[in-house]
């Protein structure tokens, strides 16, 4: 019997992404994904009006940013993934970002870049 292994296709965003060396992550209170996404391809500014997770919160459901960046932060790349017991079950597609951007969000987290 020959098992045929389902073929995945990226993106070229997701492609040029995932080659990037360094990520973050960073995780937001759960929104509906698609309304986020359909805000995200009008205006990837959506991002900074979501609210990060409460460290001392239950994170059962959660929203996971990952951002994907190169040494210099001159090219930098984000998708938002739907988290639900630890397993992404929905993810927006990967959005071409810049360093400004990125610095905004994970001010939020009190992280400096």
């Keep these: 019997m020959l098992f045929f292994k389902k073929k995945i296709f990226k993106s070229e965003e997701q492609k040029a992404a995932e080659a990037l060396p360094k990520t973050k992550k960073v995780q937001y209170v759960t929104v509906d994904l698609k309304e986020l996404k359909q805000k995200l391809d009008e205006n990837k500014e959506e991002l900074l009006k979501l609210e990060p997770v409460n460290y001392y919160a239950s ?20 998708n938002v993934e739907y988290f639900s017991g630890d397993v992404a ?22 992280q400096q870049i």
């Design 59 to 78: 994170k059962d459901t959660f929203l996971q940013c990952t951002f994907y960046y190169n040494q210099d932060y001159s090219t930098v790349y984000f």
């Design 89 to 110: 079950t929905l993810t927006t597609p990967y959005y071409k970002a810049d360093y400004e951007l990125m610095k905004k969000a994970l001010r939020y987290f009190g």
